[in-house]
């Protein structure tokens, strides 16, 4: 293993260089995927040494969301905790409650979902749901303002955009939970 993780470099690369970033990023990590953990700065301070202690299987199911890689990539020893269900693959379809419309007052969001990436990387994390729900709020206000007749093929393009995110991305079952919840939502729209 090198003196130097990967871990800090990624970090810094999404912009969460500094604890404060980094601590709130993994908390609106865990809060989107669900799990019930949270990190503390001397937590976060023994994972950026050059030999980092093993994350437990909550917080491993969150850095691999928020990077959309493995964190044995990160430079964090293996194997991977039990439990932790990191591989990557296809949604497993559970259900979940899906949240009521977002009202986006914004007209940069709207924007955002319409302006979506064509082309999908292979390591999906939270940024890319983020997007990807960005859209979905953005598809809402332009129903509420112009009616669902007209924003009916944004919505069935927006649908596309998940469902090849879904059959051509790598990402944790977590992630792949939310992608599921969001083509179902999606569908709703196109309805």
Known sequence: MDEQTDFPQACAERGWATPTAFLRAFAETAALIGEPVTVTDRQLRRWRQPRPPQPRARAWRVLHAMFGVNPLTLGFPGPEPPNATTTPGRGRGESAGVGRRGFV???LGI???VTLATSTPDAVGTAHVKELREGLRS???????????????????????????INTGSYS???????????????????
């Open 173 to 191: 079952d977590s992630i792949g939970r939310q992608l599921e919840l969001l083509g179902g939502e999606t569908a709703e729209q196109c309805a």
């Open 139 to 165: 598809l809402y206000a332009l129903d509420d303002a112009y009616g669902g007749g007209d924003v009916r093929s944004l919505a069935v393009r927006h649908l596309r955009r998940i469902r090849r995110v």
């Open 105 to 107: 007052t914004d007209t």
């Open 111 to 113: 924007a955002a979902g």
